[in-house]
Structure formats: structure tokens, C-alpha cells
């Protein structure tokens, strides 16, 4: 597979299944009364590299920015400390992202509960953390996989602005521009913090010191996007 197929790949550009179910089970944004935005960092294991945008992360603790992490199993066994670290941060919120990182569509039911549960239990067993938010790798999902996230509790979250990060041809400037046309209130936008956005850091800078204050949107978790009913000013 060439780099720019697995790129349209990790951010769902390509092969979405099911985008007519219409089932209000999978949440793609929050309210539109609510002036906030969630932004959110989903963490695929990676062959090469740290596999985590440290200096990203570094920014957001900085400045005090909530924003809601998708971990992938795989990801989370070879990332401890950082597991460690974002669980510390009390306006981070961490969900999951499947153990490997598989085609969900392509298996059956038992074998999509079981990629979708293990990470979930390992968060609970080596760091007591309750998982409730979960992102399906590639943004891929059927009927079955939205009746599993049901059966197991969790909270399905998709996005409905894609900033396309991971594409190493968009400049900052293409992301940023891509994400401000699409902001409004209760939008939820997938970024990634396993190193593969190498302009992530650049235009999250930009984004929370200039677009969103602009369009008076606050960053928040998805959490606290979905329970918010506040209105504009």
C-alpha cells in the first residue's frame, strides 16, 4: 500500500462503511447551542518513530487546553509513562481506539467485541482507569460493530471535521484553513498525537490562539461537549 493510501486510510477518507445508518448511537458532534469544540487525538500504534508528538502534548499542558485522546491497545503497551502522563492531567480525557488498529467491517461479532474490549480492560486492570469513549480504527464501522459498542457500554464517538494531519503533502496552512471553513459550535475534529501529523503542533498553536477565540469557540472534552447545552453569547 502506498503512503498515501494508508494516509486516506487513517483518517477514514476511504473506505467509511455504513454512513447511512443514521443511528443516533454513533455521536458525530455535540450540541449546536453548545459554543465549544472538542478536539481529539487519536494514538495508532506506529512501525517507526516515538510513536507520540510529545512537544504537542507539551503545548496543550501549557496552556491548560482539554482535548480527549483515542488509544489504541497495541499503542498503550508500548507507550507506558505516556499512558501515565495523560491520565495525570485532569482536563485530559482518554477513550479507546480497538488493540490493533483492525478493519472492523471485516470481522465477525466475537472478534470485533474482542478488539474493542482489550484495550478497555487493560486501561481498567494496570492503571484503574474506566474507559468510556470509544473510536473506531479508520473511523470504519457496521451494524454490528455499533451493536457491540452498545452491548459493552461505551460511548461511540466519530468527528465531523477531518483535519486530514497524518497527509504529509498538507501544509499547516491547508489544515488550519480546512478546519477553520468547518468549525461551529459542538463540532468534534480528529487530530492525531502519534507523531504521524507533522504539522499537528503548528496548527493546534494556531488554531486555540487564533481560530477559535475568533469564532468564540472553547476547546473541551468530548465529555463535557456532549453534557454541554449553554448558548452563545
Known amino acids: 500500500m502506498s503512503l498515501r493510501a494508508w494516509v486516506l486510510l ?3 477518507v476511504i473506505g467509511l462503511v455504513a454512513p447511512q445508518l443514521g443511528s443516533a448511537q454513533v455521536i458525530k458532534s455535540g450540541a449546536p447551542s453548545c459554543p ?3 478536539l481529539t487525538f487519536d494514538l495508532c500504534p506506529v512501525r517507526k518513530g516515538p510513536g507520540f508528538d510529545q512537544a504537542l502534548v507539551d503545548y496543550l499542558v501549557q496552556h491548560r487546553i482539554p482535548a480527549t485522546f483515542f488509544m489504541s491497545g497495541k499503542w498503550i503497551t508500548k507507550h507506558d509513562a505516556e499512558v501515565e502522563q495523560l491520565l495525570g492531567i485532569d482536563y485530559f480525557e482518554v477513550g479507546t481506539h480497538g488493540e490493533v488498529h483492525a478493519h472492523l467491517p471485516m470481522h ?3 472478534e470485533q467485541r474482542e478488539e474493542i474490549r482489550r484495550p478497555v480492560r487493560f486501561l481498567h486492570e494496570r492503571y484503574t482507569h474506566d474507559a468510556t469513549l470509544f473510536r473506531p480504527p479508520y473511523g470504519e464501522y457496521n451494524d454490528t ?3 457491540v459498542v452498545k452491548q459493552l457500554g461505551l460511548r461511540f464517538i466519530q468527528w465531523n471535521i477531518e483535519s486530514g494531519d497524518p497527509d504529509p ?3 499547516a496552512d491547508h489544515i488550519l484553513a480546512r478546519i477553520e471553513k468547518r468549525a461551529k ?3 468534534i475534529v480528529v487530530l492525531h498525537a ?3 501529523g507533522k504539522q499537528t ?3 493546534i498553536e494556531r488554531l486555540t490562539a487564533d481560530v477559535l477565540p475568533r469564532k468564540a469557540l472553547k476547546p473541551m472534552t468530548v465529555s463535557d461537549l456532549l453534557a454541554c447545552t449553554q448558548q452563545n453569547p
Open 10 to 12: 487513517c483518517i477514514g
Open 36 to 38: 465549544g469544540i472538542a
Open 108 to 110: 465477525n461479532a466475537d
Open 145 to 147: 460493530t455499533v451493536d
Open 169 to 171: 503533502t498538507l501544509s
Open 185 to 187: 459550535p459542538g463540532s
Open 194 to 196: 502519534n507523531g504521524k
Open 201 to 203: 503542533r503548528e496548527v
